[in-house]
């Protein structure tokens, strides 16, 4: 069945018409001769010409340097956030070497289709003024992580941020797992992903780099860390033997294992052959809780193993010490900079106790990781080569993974031995830490969704499932937990559009809707759903669980808007599912023909 479902997969989007690759390479290369790479405030203070020098300087002097991330309502009050950031970083004598800025999902979108999607968490750059403040007022290096490269503006977003002097940029991952609101053109977006890293490639000896978060991907749903690695080595082939960029890894944010965190600097090193040179370790998001106090537990816990890590295998990834907030709205600047003074009081400890740390069992971790992600690369050439794919091609190679899908790839070409018990039909070496958190939430929760008087009210039930951004993990343990329960499940994944909930929502017979939202546009995703789902006349209760806030341009961070999503008809939910029961007794939704 796996092998059916690939290569009707593969025989579909080889039958998509893909434009020449020569063509672009030749176009991407026309337009590389017209990019200046400005210089930053940060650069001129380094003395360096881009970002990755920098990084190789710390690199050979043992140096580690510090990530923030950054986004509040529009460009002017990111920008004033920067400058505080610095201002106070410099009054507790501690430096930001670089800022990832939150940008609007939107920005992934051409210009002209901006305006007409929901505003999420972010700054819009919606003038050429702001691009060209970008990183010359504070000395912070601003780096460009997110709906960058892998999007329908790539070429334009990746040509306004060299010109900005952004010489790291992103983020390749995204564009496999992301798309942006009311997009559905594929080959399109593949074009200008391939077109923009050709660019990258062209500027290599200018010190440029393609950023990759591996966890902000297919790496997010993938259940073995040996397919991560595998994952790797294949984003690495794309990029550096077929396009001629410098790639930078990132991953972390879904690892909460410090042996794995550790673990991951070896592997990336080996994986990129000893010249690995890191965007950003991203801190651990997973294991947050809403006691803040904890938290900064946690964010000392693992700072002092990623400092640890790097001056143990330099590989330059910054450190992010996350704000304790993080995992549940986007981080005032005060909460940034207050990360950021535990995370450099952490380093003083982590140079103490470096010498006295054994790290085999990290190591280990690494050499299981290069082994069998060797093994899924090797699977996944062979196997596409054998369905017809030109693996030589990266215009190719990018289409037919993106259409492939996390899960399906995992199936084909995972190390594990096959094993049709187990939920991909592999058995998992090395689960990853997001997916082991994923089962232990299902076990959780299962007792209370087995009780007659949950059960009861959702055995036959048709309940549709959707995420309004890319964050998955919470929709699937529903799905678990539904399916087990005697739900039928419509389950419609991560990203998708209202238009896209209200057609299904008007082809089948649902008893209710359950969307997750996290990113800031709670409201206004609301909004369009309910007016979608009026246009098809359908008539279907709604329930809205995550992070219910939305994003206002003249504030610094998004507010809560759950009493304005009951005004608009929408239920919400604080938890996994502890509403559901009650929604399901509002009656059996109508479809009205008009």
């Known amino acids: 069945m796996t092998q059916t479902r690939f290569e009707q997969a593969t025989r579909q989007a080889l039958a998509d018409r893909l434009p020449d690759y020569d063509a672009i390479l030749s176009e991407a290369r026309e337009v590389a001769k017209t990019v200046r790479v400005r210089r930053t405030a940060a650069l001129e203070k380094w003395?360096?010409?881009s970002e990755a020098e920098f990084k190789e300087a710390c690199i050979r002097n043992g140096d580690i340097s510090y990530h923030a991330h950054i986004g509040m309502g529009n460009w002017d009050l990111t920008e004033r956030a920067l400058a505080n950031v610095f201002h106070e970083a410099s009054l507790n004598n501690i430096e930001v070497h670089r800022a990832g800025l939150c940008l609007d999902r939107r920005m992934g979108l051409p210009e002209a289709r901006r305006s007409k999607a929901a505003a999420e968490t972010g700054p819009l750059l919606e003038t050429p003024g702001h691009w060209s403040q970008i990183g010359q007022v504070t000395p912070i290096q601003p780096h460009m992580g997110d709906f960058m490269i892998g999007f329908p503006a790539s070429t334009g977003n990746t040509v306004q941020a060299l010109r900005a002097g952004v010489t790291t940029i992103g983020n390749l991952s995204q564009y496999f797992a992301h798309e942006v609101p009311?997009?559905?053109?594929?080959?399109?977006?593949?074009?200008?992903?391939t077109k923009s890293i050709a660019i990258l490639g062209a500027l290599r000896d200018r010190g440029v780099m393609l950023h990759s978060y591996l966890e902000d991907g297919f790496g997010a749903l993938f259940l073995d860390c040996t397919t991560v690695a595998g994952w790797a080595y294949l984003e690495k082939y794309i990029v550096e033997d077929l396009l001629g960029a410098k790639l930078s890894h990132c991953i972390g944010g879904l690892t909460s294992d410090p042996i794995k965190r550790a673990g991951w600097v070896f592997a990336l090193s080996e994986i990129h052959d000893g010249s690995c040179v890191g965007s950003m370790?991203?801190?651990?998001?997973?294991?947050?809780?809403?006691?803040?106090?904890?938290?900064?537990?946690?964010?000392?816990?693992?700072?002092?193993?990623?400092?640890?890590?790097?001056?143990?295998?330099?590989?330059?990834?910054?450190?992010?010490?996350?704000?304790?907030?993080?995992?549940?709205?986007?981080?005032?600047?005060?909460?940034?900079?207050?990360a950021q003074i535990l995370g450099h009081r952490v380093e003083a400890t982590a140079r103490r106790l470096h010498s006295r740390v054994d790290f085999s069992d990290s190591r280990r971790f690494a050499d299981q990781m290069r082994q069998y992600g060797k093994q899924v690369f090797q699977n996944a050439l062979t196997g596409l080569r054998a369905a017809g794919v030109d693996t030589a091609n990266p215009l190719q190679m990018l289409y037919v993974l993106k259409k492939l899908g996390p899960a399906l790839f995992e199936e084909l070409f995972g190390a594990g031995h096959p094993d049709d018990t187990e939920l991909r039909s592999r058995k998992v070496i090395v689960p990853t830490d997001i997916f082991a958190q994923s089962i232990k939430c299902y076990k959780d929760n299962l007792p209370r969704f087995e009780r007659p008087e949950l059960a009861d009210r959702i055995a036959g039930k048709r309940i549709l499932l959707a995420s309004t951004d890319v964050h998955e993990h919470a929709i699937m343990v529903l799905h678990w937990l539904l399916s087990n329960t005697g739900a039928e499940v419509v389950y419609l994944g991560a990203e998708v559009d209202p238009d896209q909930v209200a057609e299904k929502a008007s082809e089948a017979s649902l008893d209710a809707i359950l969307i997750s939202t996290h990113n800031g546009m709670a409201l206004d995703y609301g909004k369009m759903l309910v007016g979608a789902l009026a246009e098809k006349t359908v008539r279907i209760p709604v329930l809205f669980g995550g992070v219910l806030n939305q994003k206002c341009d003249d504030l610094d961070l998004p507010v809560d808007v759950t009493a304005e999503l009951a005004r608009i008809g929408i239920h919400t939910d604080s938890g996994l599912g502890n509403r559901l029961g009650a929604l399901l007794t509002l009656g059996k939704p109508t479809k009205e023909n008009t």
């Open 47 to 49: 003395g360096v010409e």
């Open 182 to 193: 009311g997009w559905h053109d594929h080959v399109a977006t593949a074009v200008e992903t």
């Open 281 to 338: 370790f991203y801190g651990d998001t997973i294991s947050f809780s809403q006691n803040f106090d904890e938290n900064r537990g946690l964010v000392a816990e693992y700072m002092l193993w990623d400092i640890m890590a790097q001056l143990e295998c330099p590989t330059g990834h910054a450190v992010l010490p996350l704000p304790v907030t993080e995992a549940f709205r986007s981080p005032s600047w005060e909460e940034i900079v207050e």
